[in-house]
């Protein structure tokens, strides 16, 4: 089945610093990446869409330049998190869609766990 | 904007007894998926629904679409230790391709 991994697994960082998550579809091209955050004991929130070669489309209420997104190519997709503060600290989830086929099943990274301290 | 609700939020069960949570939309969806995330996991796909008034089986679970295709359900007959865990439905609106929408999903623990 189609694989999606994400680097780091996890990460600690302190405050102030920029971290850069990466998403790779592994056996798939992916014309279409999602972020999502999850907060403990908390469902996904989309942050951004993003389809290869053009800029992503944030959701309200987050902020375009604090979450840089990258999707240079169809089987990467980077999420950098500027100058991050402890309230960054979440759990990070891409997806990525496999848009050749039906039903445009949406398959899901293992996540990256940020704390900022 | 597009919402999708869903309950219960936890569910405590005696193992062998049968689990149900549901979905409802705000809106007309195109179709329906379920996901299932381990506690400290990511979420895993479960199934698609796309028909109205579909139905879907996998083994001891049982996924249903409503007719007006805005509700949805996920039951689990006789329930094991091994379906812990939170279960997300998760809508796409009315274009095939509009994202996901993830509802807050139910926690499921199952005592031995």
């Known amino acids: 089945g189609a694989v999606v991994s994400q680097h780091p697994s996890w990460v600690i960082c302190k405050s102030g610093t920029s971290v850069k998550i990466e998403c790779r579809s592994l056996?798939?091209?992916?014309?279409?990446m999602f972020w999502y955050r999850q907060f403990p004991k908390q469902s996904l929130m989309l942050m951004a869409t993003?389809?290869?070669?053009?800029?992503?489309?944030?959701e309200q209420g987050v902020e375009k330049d604090k979450f840089l997104i990258n999707h240079a190519s169809l089987t990467l997709s980077t999420l950098t998190v500027t100058s991050a503060h402890p309230e960054d600290s979440s759990f990070y989830i891409c997806?990525?869609?496999?848009?050749?086929?039906?039903?445009?099943?949406?398959?899901f990274g293992p996540g990256t766990r940020l704390t900022v301290t | 904007g597009q919402q999708v609700m869903q309950i219960p939020q936890y569910q405590h069960v005696q193992e062998g007894e049968d689990f149900t949570t549901y979905c409802n939309s705000s809106?007309?969806?195109?179709?329906i998926q379920w996901y299932k995330q381990r506690p400290g996991g990511h979420p895993v796909f479960l199934i698609q629904?796309?028909?109205?008034?579909e139905v879907k089986k996998q083994k001891r679970l049982t996924f249903q679409f409503g007719e007006a295709k805005k509700n949805s359900s996920l039951h689990i007959t006789a329930t094991q230790t091994t379906d812990v865990g939170t279960y997300f439905c998760?809508?796409?609106?009315?274009?095939?391709?509009?994202?996901?929408?993830f509802g807050q999903g139910t926690t499921l623990q199952v005592k031995p």
């Open positions: 997806s990525a869609r496999d848009g050749t086929h039906s039903p445009y099943e949406q398959y």
């Open positions: 056996d798939f091209q992916a014309t279409t």
């Open positions: 993003s389809n290869e070669g053009s800029k992503a489309t944030y």
């Open positions: 809106t007309t969806l195109s179709n």
């Open positions: 629904l796309v028909k109205s008034g």
């Open positions: 998760a809508g796409r609106g009315s274009s095939n391709t509009g994202k996901l929408i």
